[in-house]
């Protein structure tokens, strides 16, 4: 994980007066580092290619290993030891620690026609090999995974207000994850606490109105009939 040293061992228990060891990094065979025995030489060029390994490399004088500290996932690739008659190839990947993932609400106005509460989960990332996961328990309900720079990963999540699952989010990579639990009573409000009976209004309004409208007409008749009994 970056951040960690790694040893690339040469599995030598020592060196031989003509030995010469060369390491070598990446697609260009560029030489990072080399030992001559017989001139009692060590040398790391860690300027090169770009000064990735710039104060990262090491050299164990007995057995000619390699160590690069302080990783980042710029030193992930291939690495070559090349000795007289033997060639060693290595595999690293550095991975990036990750993040904490966010989960937020789309759910913001109460509305009275959903029973349903929609959530988003995300986090930006600037690396690879990473996925993002709704889980209900230990099942998973959905995962997205995108290789690209400062890419934003987002995946919605629709849950039922009365809900008693427990929901977490987990972003992951092949050797760690970090996890955000869902708290539904924080991030979901029921329409029941908010005043917001749009169409039940307009019923009342309309029966009220027909009432008293009725009243106004009876009180009417009323009137005009005793008016004229009182002739
Ligand atoms: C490790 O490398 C990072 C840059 O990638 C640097 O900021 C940090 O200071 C380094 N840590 C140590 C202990 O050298
Ligand atoms: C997350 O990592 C821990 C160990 O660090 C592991 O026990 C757990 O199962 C992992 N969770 C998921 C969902 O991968």
């Not at 998973?140 to 919605?156: E, R």
């Amino acid at each position: 994980m970056e951040g960690d040293s790694v040893s690339l061992n040469s599995d030598l228990t020592e060196m031989l007066d003509d030995d010469q060891i060369l390491w070598r990094f990446g697609d260009e065979n560029t030489l990072i580092a080399a030992i001559d025995v017989l001139a009692d030489s060590m040398t790391v060029y860690d300027d090169v290619p770009d000064g990735r390994f710039r104060d990262r490399l090491k050299l164990d004088d007995q057995t000619g290993s390699l160590t690069i500290t302080n990783t980042t996932t710029e030193h992930t690739g291939d690495y070559k030891l090349q000795m007289s008659s033997v060639i060693k190839s290595f595999s690293l990947t550095v991975y990036a620690r990750l993040p904490v993932p966010v989960i937020i609400s789309n759910s913001s106005h109460c509305s009275s026609s959903s029973s349903n509460c929609s959530l988003v989960c995300s986090s930006v990332l600037n690396v690879c090999d990473a996925t993002l996961s709704w889980y209900a328990g230990i099942s998973v309900l959905s995962s997205i995974s995108v290789c690209d720079l400062s890419i934003s990963l987002s995946l919605p999540l629709e849950v039922e207000y009365q809900d008693k699952n427990t929901y977490s989010c987990v972003l992951n990579n092949p050797i760690s994850n970090q996890t955000t639990h869902l708290d539904i009573n924080t991030l979901c409000h029921t329409c029941a606490e908010v005043h917001c009976c749009g169409s039940t209004e307009a019923v009342i309004r309309l029966v009220v109105s027909a009432v008293v409208g009725v009243a106004t007409v009876i009180l009417l008749v009323y009137d005009i009939r005793s008016t004229r009994g009182g002739d």
